[in-house]
C-alpha cells in the first residue's frame, strides 16, 4: 500500500487539513521517504495552491491536479459549463506515475464520499474501483453522528477499503464538546469502524509543526506499519 486517499462527509470537513497534517507528518519522521499529494480533480482555486505553498513536491500543477475546472462547482458540472468531459483516464495516468514515482502518494478527494465525480460515479465508486486505501473525515458539529454513519453506510456498499475515521474541529472546542457532539466510542460502536482520534482546530493551518505534531497524537500506529 503506498497510497492513501482523504475523503470526508462533505464539503470544508476539514479533509486539505489532515492531508496537509498527513503530509507534514511524513516530511518530518519520513524523511528519507519520498511523498507526492494528488488531488484528482479541483473546481476552483484553493487546494492545489496551498500544496505548492506549503511543500517542495517536485510536482507541476497538473501532476497535482490533473483535471482543474473555474466553476466551484461538482465535477460533471463545472465540466459541462466549460463544454468539457471529467477524463478520468487522465486522473488514473498520473495517479500511477506518481505511485511509481514516489513512496507515497496523499490523495485528497473532492466533497464528500457520495460528492458526484461524473454523471454516474462518486468519491465512493472511485475509491473502489481505484481500490484506495481511505481515511473518513468527519468534522465535530451537530449531527456528525449521522454523518459518520450515513457515510460508513455508502462505503460498505461501494466495498470501499476503509481503515478509519479521522474526527476534525473545524472551530476550537473543548473535549466536553467534542464528547457532546462526536462521541468517539459511540461513532465507533454504530459504524464498526475505528476512530484514529481528533483533529484540533488551528488558527494557522500552514503551521506544519503543529500539522505534524496532532497526527502525532491519532491513533494511527498501525497504519504507518502498513505503509
Request: hydrophobic residues 45%.
Amino acid at each position: 500500500m503506498n497510497s492513501l486517499l482523504i475523503t470526508a462527509t462533505d464539503t470544508e470537513a476539514g479533509k486539505t487539513v489532515l492531508t496537509t497534517a498527513l503530509a507534514a507528518y511524513w516530511q518530518k519522521y519520513r524523511a528519507s521517504h519520498s511523498f507526492g499529494i494528488l488531488k484528482p480533480i479541483q473546481s476552483g482555486e484553493g487546494d492545489r495552491e496551498t500544496y505548492q505553498k506549503l511543500f517542495s513536491l517536485q510536482q507541476s500543477p497538473s501532476e497535482i491536479t490533473p483535471l482543474y475546472f473555474q466553476a466551484p462547482l461538482a465535477p460533471p458540472i463545472a465540466a459541462a459549463k466549460e463544454n468539457r468531459n471529467v477524463d478520468l483516464g487522465l486522473v488514473w495516468q498520473t495517479l500511477t506515475k506518481l505511485q511509481q514515482n514516489r513512496d507515497f502518494v496523499f490523495v485528497e478527494a473532492l466533497g464528500g464520499l457520495g460528492s458526484p465525480v461524473t454523471f454516474e460515479l462518486t468519491v465512493a465508486d472511485l475509491a473502489a474501483e481505484w481500490r484506495l486505501p481511505t481515511i473518513l473525515v468527519v468534522p465535530v458539529k451537530l449531527g456528525a453522528i449521522s454523518q459518520a454513519v450515513a457515510n460508513v453506510a455508502l462505503a460498505k456498499l461501494t466495498k470501499v477499503n476503509l481503515l478509519g475515521i479521522v474526527l476534525n474541529c473545524s472551530q476550537p472546542y473543548s473535549e466536553a464538546d467534542i464528547e457532546d457532539l462526536a462521541p468517539a466510542d459511540l461513532i465507533q460502536s454504530l459504524t464498526n469502524i475505528r476512530v484514529f482520534g481528533c483533529l484540533p482546530y488551528f488558527e494557522n493551518p500552514s503551521d506544519l509543526e503543529k500539522l505534524a505534531a496532532s497526527v502525532s497524537n491519532l491513533d494511527l500506529e498501525h497504519l504507518w506499519q502498513r505503509m
